[in-house]
């Protein structure tokens, strides 16, 4: 380890006048917004045009994992563990009959992977393998 003062990481003075003339030329012409200040139209027009993530239907959920079943066209249905590499496939079908029309692939998916893990730490909050919906 060196022993240099920390005045090294500072520039000099030359170089802060430098910077603090730079900083003056390239502000910006108009002001930002206050906190109590009104928004511009544009803003508010921008959300009101916005749908939001349910009007976009059932493929935005990332990757399916908070579809249900009954929604799901795959038929074969495939977990990974980010934890331990193992990979665990269903058929659309069985999940069905053994989960219900209703369950969401997410629960599903976690279930199936926890019926058979092999990383067991004894502490409830470690406990458990890491789905990977693919």
């Known amino acids: ?13 030359a170089q ?3 910077m603090a003339s730079a900083v003056g ?7 930002g917004f206050a906190p109590d200040d009104d928004l511009p139209p544009e803003y508010r027009q921008a959300h009101l ?3 939001g993530p349910g009007a976009r239907g ?4 990332a990757s399916g994992r908070l579809l249900r079943l009954s ?16 990979t ?5 079908l069985d999940a069905v009959r053994l989960y219900g029309r209703d369950a969401l692939w997410k629960d599903v998916g976690q279930r199936l992977l926890d019926n058979t893990c092999s990383e067991r730490t004894g502490r409830h909050e470690e406990d ?6 693919e």
């Open 1 to 13: 380890m060196a022993h240099r003062p920390a005045s090294w990481r500072m520039p000099t003075r």
């Open 16 to 18: 802060m006048e430098k």
């Open 25 to 31: 030329r390239s502000a910006p012409p108009d002001r």
């Open 49 to 51: 045009d916005d749908a």
């Open 58 to 61: 059932p493929d935005f959920a």
């Open 71 to 86: 929604q799901i066209p795959q038929h074969l249905l495939r977990v990974g563990c980010r934890r331990c590499s193992r």
């Open 88 to 92: 665990v496939e269903i058929q659309t």
């Open 128 to 133: 458990g393998c890491w789905p990977q919906f």
